[in-house]
């Protein structure tokens, strides 16, 4: 019997993981401007990781862009340069205000999140890691 119990023990042991990842989502560190859709003209663009990237500084509350896209016509949100930001939590979503504009509904995962602008053909941007 002291050898069933050793058994299960051992079995139940070597089968716990430790490679659940808990940890809360956070902006914190570079973002890939990966995806911008939606809009009155159903766009649906897709942008190489690299061309735009938002680095957020979670403790100092800016965010640094680096946008390389020149084409005005194309909606990259912001220009190069520094914001403040902030995540304001109303009644049912987080939302994004950068530069003291809302930009929209946050939903931020642990790799990739997304804004969306909350008015009727808004558009929707994605971001990941």
Excluded: H
């Excluded at 003291?100 to 971001?127: I, P, S």
């Amino acid at each position: 019997m002291k050898r069933f119990y050793l058994i299960l023990f051992s079995v139940l042991l070597f089968s716990c993981s430790n490679d659940d990842d808990n940890s809360e989502p956070t902006l914190q560190g570079q973002w890939n401007l990966v995806n911008v859709s939606g809009g009155f003209t159903g766009l649906d663009e897709d942008i190489a990781k690299g061309v735009i990237v938002w680095d957020f500084n979670t403790t100092t509350g800016m965010v640094t862009i680096m946008n390389d896209i020149t084409d005005s016509s194309f909606n990259t949100i912001l220009e190069s340069g520094t914001y403040t930001y902030s995540v304001s939590a109303p009644a049912d979503a987080d939302l994004l205000i950068v530069n003291e504009v809302d930009y929209g509904r946050l939903n931020l995962e642990q790799a990739a999140f997304t804004v969306q602008e909350t008015f009727t053909d808004g558009f929707t941007f994605r971001f990941e890691r």
